[in-house]
């Protein structure tokens, strides 16, 4: 719970939001109190303006008799007046027996003589809790003012305020935190389906995808890119399963078929011929298996690019020629004739045995796809940005446009009456090996009209 997201969430939320809140308390505690000390310390200079005023209308009886009734009118806890000597001896006052314990500051009275105009004090009195603001001025010749006033109200004001702000700010950070957490749990529902089906995906629900929230905001993302994912991942899946059904498949046939052999051997055949003739079919089945597992591992080790070759630089051309005269007896078993154009005069860096096998598979499949009496076409030239293009063009039954984006995956076959050899792997290994040698391979065909087979490899 500690470690979750919409724990830290929530914290980070109630940690910013009292720091904000203490931030606008203080903000508003210094602009109060600000405020009542000009407005105190104005009301005292405006006090001493008329002081000053009566001094020199009427003399000093008059002073002494307006600060009796100023300080009698106002209360005499609010306020009091000394007058004092520049010796700082006072020589008539308000009544101070509640301001008994202000005494005169000698510092004071001397920055008075000296010739500031006013001097302001504030003083706390310990037993009574409060504080007192105070102006000293010269209010005539020889003769100084102190007049105090009592902060009572605006201590009274911290007081309720001291005692609001802390039961205030408890209420504001639980209620920060509840907001907080709210939030943070609607922000991370998404996150939680994503979650849920991750954990039944753990479970082999395969198919189960994230609820799409469609607020076009991060969750939709990650929801997005999880399908995304889960797609890609079943469609592994169901290729990986595919693969397996073919393997199956493909290794039933000839173990069924040495199977069948061994038995009619044991219950009929008795005779030596007899079990010559289950000696050979054996052979030739397992040849089948060897040659297809052969082959499978060749093009995983080749993808994944662990297969030891030995690279060296190569005439293409040279491989070619020899590819076309090799097969082209078998081209001419089926009376079709297989031409060969190899112009690109050019060498390449790779694995001779694994050109040779790319080449010889597309030639190979072009004699057997191409009925009687057709035509192949096989070439090199020296296409763009110098590389070598290789050519396998026949006249043959073509490919449907259904099968063509798949003709390239391990042991897919288009529609198996066509052809009764093969195992699906031949191109699969052409295109491994291409693309081993930073090559590529394209194909183009017209069902009936024939297959362009194109390989394009970089050039040393
Ligand atoms: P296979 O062992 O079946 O020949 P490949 O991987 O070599 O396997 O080819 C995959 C499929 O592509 C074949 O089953 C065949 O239907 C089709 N194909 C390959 N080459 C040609 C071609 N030249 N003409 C028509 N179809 C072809």
Sequence with gaps: ???????RLTLWYAIIFTLSACLAFLIFYLMITSFFREQTDSDLLKQVGVFTAVLNAD??????????????ASGERKIFFRLLYPTGISFSSSNMSFWRDI????????????GTAYVYETI?????KQRVRIIYSAIGSGIILQLGYSMENITGFFQAFQKVFIPGMLALIIMSAGFGWFMAKRALVGVGAVTRTARNISAGRLEERVPVPGKGDEIDQLANTFNAMLDRIEQ???????IGDNVAHDLKSPITAMRGAAEVALTTGKSRADLERMGAETIEACDHLLNMINTMLTISKTEAGVEEWQTRELDIDEIVQDACELLDALAAERSIKLRCEATANTHILGDISMIQRMVANLIDNAI?????GGRIHVAT?????????????DTGIGIPRDDLPHIFDRFYRCDPSRSTTGAGLGLSLVKAVAEAHKGRVEVNSTVE????????????
């Design 381 to 393: 030239r020296l296409g763009a940005d110098d590389r070598v293009v290789i050519t396998v063009q």
């Design 59 to 72: 003399g000093i009886e008059a002073v002494e008799s307006l600060a009796e009734r100023e300080a009698q």
């Design 368 to 372: 057997k796809y191409t009925p009687t």
């Design 236 to 242: 592994l899946v169901a290729g990986i399963k595919e």
């Design 124 to 128: 706390s009195i310990p037993q009574k």
């Design 103 to 114: 005494g005169v500051t000698r510092a004071s009275i001397d920055n008075i003589m000296d």
């Design 1 to 7: 719970m500690v470690r979750t997201l919409a724990f």
């Design 449 to 460: 009209q024939g297959s362009l087979f194109k390989v394009t490899l970089p050039t040393k």
